[in-house]
């Protein structure tokens, strides 16, 4: 048994150059205990400008410099929380956030070692929903042809819908809301299993 990270950011934008912004986890140990960590980090405000409106407009509401760390400080931070057993990152598409917390850490650390402190099989949620949902709905036969909620492209709320996780609205696109569901969608497909 190993534990997993689950994890989410929210960032200046797409580029592998924006910057993290807001960064969520939580770990949970092979016991089933869990630790939080959530931080708003230092970041080129003028990147904020492209974002679109909505982001733009959250991250105005919701980013407050004074709760702000640096980006050292949030790499001593995040590193802490992985501590040195290189549990498994859970989350949406959490390559994204590997990148770039990767890079980050790269910055701030120039003799980063170059084995992170995650373990490379990296689990996307999205990914582990529609295998859990192809399990239950085979293909049908006659035609050869998925569900359609297992057509491509997918969507990520239907998935959730549909294996029974309400997709969040308040908290959609905030980092740790979107780990709360990550989680959710991890325990709907896997009952909790690490």
Request: glycine share 6%.
């Amino acid at each position: 048994m190993t534990a997993l990270v689950f994890m989410d950011t929210e960032t200046t934008g797409l580029s592998l150059d924006d910057d993290i912004w807001e960064f969520a986890a939580i770990r949970r140990e092979p016991d089933g205990s869990e630790r939080e960590l959530h931080l708003f980090i230092e970041h080129s405000r003028d990147k904020c400008r492209r974002l679109p409106e909505p982001f733009y407009n959250d991250h105005t509401g919701r980013y407050l410099d004074h709760r702000a760390v640096t980006r050292r400080d949030a790499c001593q931070a995040i590193k802490e929380l992985f501590g040195d057993d290189r549990p498994h990152v859970v989350g949406a598409v959490p390559n994204f956030d590997t990148e770039r917390l990767r890079l980050m850490f790269a910055a701030e650390w120039p003799h980063w070692p170059s084995r992170e402190p995650w373990h490379y099989h990296l689990i996307d949620v999205e990914n582990l929903a529609v295998g859990y949902l192809f399990g239950r709905h085979p293909v049908t036969q006659a035609l050869k042809v998925p569900d359609p909620v297992l057509a491509l492209p997918w969507d990520s709320d239907r998935l959730s819908e549909q294996v029974g996780v309400t997709p969040p609205t308040d908290e959609r696109h905030t980092a740790m809301g979107d780990v709360r569901w990550a989680m959710a969608l991890y325990d709907a497909c896997t009952g909790g299993a690490a």
